[in-house]
C-alpha cells in the first residue's frame, strides 16, 4: 500500500492505476511497473514525488 499525503485526486487516480508486472522465461525473471499516464508527471511546485522506475526487478538465470 502506497501512502498518499497531500496528492492531488488526479495524482492520486493516476497512482492507482499503476501495476507490477511479473515476466518469467528461461532466461529469468524481471519485474516492471505500468506506464503512467500522459498527464504532467510532476505538478508545477506541488511535489517532489519522482515517476517509479520501470524496471524494479531482474533475476537472470545462469
Known sequence: ???A???S???RADL???HIIT???PAGT???TTELTQGPTR???RSQARPPKKIIELAARF
Do not use: E, S
Open 1 to 3: 500500500m502506497m501512502l
Open 5 to 7: 499525503i497531500g496528492l
Open 9 to 11: 485526486p488526479t495524482m
Open 16 to 18: 492507482d492505476r499503476l
Open 23 to 25: 515476466f518469467t522465461g
Open 30 to 32: 524481471f519485474r516492471q
Open 43 to 45: 505538478p508545477a511546485g
